[in-house]
């Protein structure tokens, strides 16, 4: 099987460690992968600022800015023509999903959709406190004002999670479109801090099972996110093990993704996910 790197940042990202990617590169080589997927984060949409309530840097340092994306692709695809003969690279985006901008995220990606080959479609951002924006996975003090402290339990707070989930999944995003959902219980990040249920209700899984039907008759792909290993407050992979399970009945291709934002990221938490790897079925 293809050794697959599917999730990865670089120096462009603001929240990231400044790493350079080609050393990030050169380290998955020495790893052995054969191909790596370089999914910056894609600028959030014009006005969504005004939406979004919480701490600056949620905002600021969530994706590159609109005048780096220029110096992304030049810089992606000199990486991509220098290690041809060494390993695959796919150049793209991490797309985040905000329902109320859809149009823009498709305009965005028709233009430049054309000039990808690999793209993840991810919630980062949920509506919360005063109908607001807040960043799912900024900081302890965020999660808990402006979503936790709105619901009563941990399974609405993951029901409202996994609703925008689907319906990221079932929203025309045009022709480029992204094929792979990325980090799906990524709501679980604070979760040892917090204390959140570790498990689903029956609820919430038949929200997941129309979400993965949804991605399989889709022909879409799961990212396999091995992050949430390495957050002191999650300490799990994204998704989590009850989810993974039903895709893997599903025959859903799941592609493992370091979401690496520092050459130390690369290949980590590969072993551990490796049996529920499929490139496809």
Same mark, same amino acid.
């Given at each position: 099987?293809?050794?697959?790197?599917?999730?990865?940042? /670089? #120096?462009?990202?603001?929240?990231?460690?400044?790493?350079? *990617?080609?050393?990030?590169?050169?380290?998955?080589?020495?790893?052995?992968?054969?191909?790596?997927?370089?999914?910056?984060? +894609?600028?959030?949409?014009? @006005?969504?600022?005004?939406?979004?309530?919480?701490?600056?840097? @949620?905002?600021? !340092?969530?994706?590159?800015?609109?005048?780096?994306?220029?110096?992304?692709?030049?810089?992606? $695809?000199?990486?991509?023509?220098?290690?041809?003969?060494?390993?695959?690279?796919?150049?793209?985006?991490? *797309?985040? &999903?905000?329902?109320?901008?859809? $149009? =823009?995220?498709?305009?965005?990606?028709?233009?430049?959709?054309?000039?990808?080959?690999? $793209?993840?479609?991810? *919630?980062?951002?949920?509506?919360?406190?005063?109908?607001?924006? =807040?960043?799912?996975?900024?900081?302890?003090?965020?999660?808990?004002?402006?979503?936790?402290?709105?619901?009563?339990?941990?399974?609405?707070?993951?029901?409202?999670?996994? !609703?925008?989930? %689907?319906?990221?999944?079932?929203?025309?995003?045009?022709?480029?479109?992204?094929?792979?959902? @990325?980090?799906?219980?990524?709501?679980?990040?604070?979760?040892?801090?917090?204390?959140?249920?570790?498990?689903?209700?029956?609820? %919430?899984? @038949?929200?997941?099972?129309?979400?993965?039907? +949804?991605?399989?008759?889709?022909?879409?792909?799961?990212?396999? %996110?091995?992050?949430?290993?390495?957050?002191?407050?999650? %300490? #799990?992979?994204?998704?989590?093990?009850?989810?993974?399970?039903?895709?893997?009945?599903?025959?859903?291709?799941?592609? &493992?993704?370091?979401?690496?934002?520092?050459?130390?990221?690369?290949?980590?938490? &590969?072993?551990?996910? +490796?049996?529920? *790897? /499929?490139?496809?079925?």
């Amino acid at each position: 099987m293809v050794k697959r790197e599917g999730h990865s940042h /670089t #120096e462009f990202c603001p929240h990231g460690s400044g790493d350079d *990617v080609e050393l990030m590169i050169q380290k998955a080589i020495r790893l052995g992968f054969d191909t790596y997927s370089i999914t910056e984060h +894609a600028p959030l949409p014009a @006005g969504f600022s005004d939406d979004y309530r919480g701490k600056k840097t @949620g905002l600021t !340092e969530a994706a590159i800015s609109m005048s780096d994306l220029e110096p992304y692709f030049k810089k992606a $695809n000199e990486m991509k023509t220098k290690y041809a003969d060494q390993i695959q690279i796919q150049i793209g985006f991490e *797309v985040d &999903y905000l329902p109320e901008f859809t $149009n =823009w995220t498709k305009a965005f990606l028709d233009e430049y959709g054309p000039r990808t080959t690999d $793209n993840i479609l991810s *919630v980062h951002f949920l509506k919360g406190r005063d109908g607001h924006y =807040w960043c799912v996975d900024d900081t302890l003090a965020d999660f808990q004002t402006g979503l936790l402290s709105q619901f009563q339990d941990s399974q609405s707070l993951y029901r409202l999670y996994f !609703e925008q989930v %689907n319906r990221s999944i079932r929203d025309d995003l045009g022709k480029f479109a992204p094929q792979r959902i @990325g980090h799906m219980t990524l709501i679980k990040k604070f979760q040892d801090h917090f204390r959140l249920d570790s498990a689903f209700s029956p609820e %919430n899984l @038949g929200i997941v099972s129309d979400i993965l039907l +949804a991605i399989k008759s889709q022909g879409r792909q799961l990212d396999l %996110n091995a992050a949430g290993l390495y957050k002191k407050d999650c %300490n #799990e992979q994204y998704p989590s093990l009850q989810i993974i399970e039903m895709a893997r009945v599903l025959k859903i291709p799941m592609i &493992y993704g370091s979401d690496a934002h520092s050459v130390a990221d690369i290949g980590r938490g &590969y072993h551990a996910l +490796a049996d529920f *790897v /499929t490139d496809s079925f």
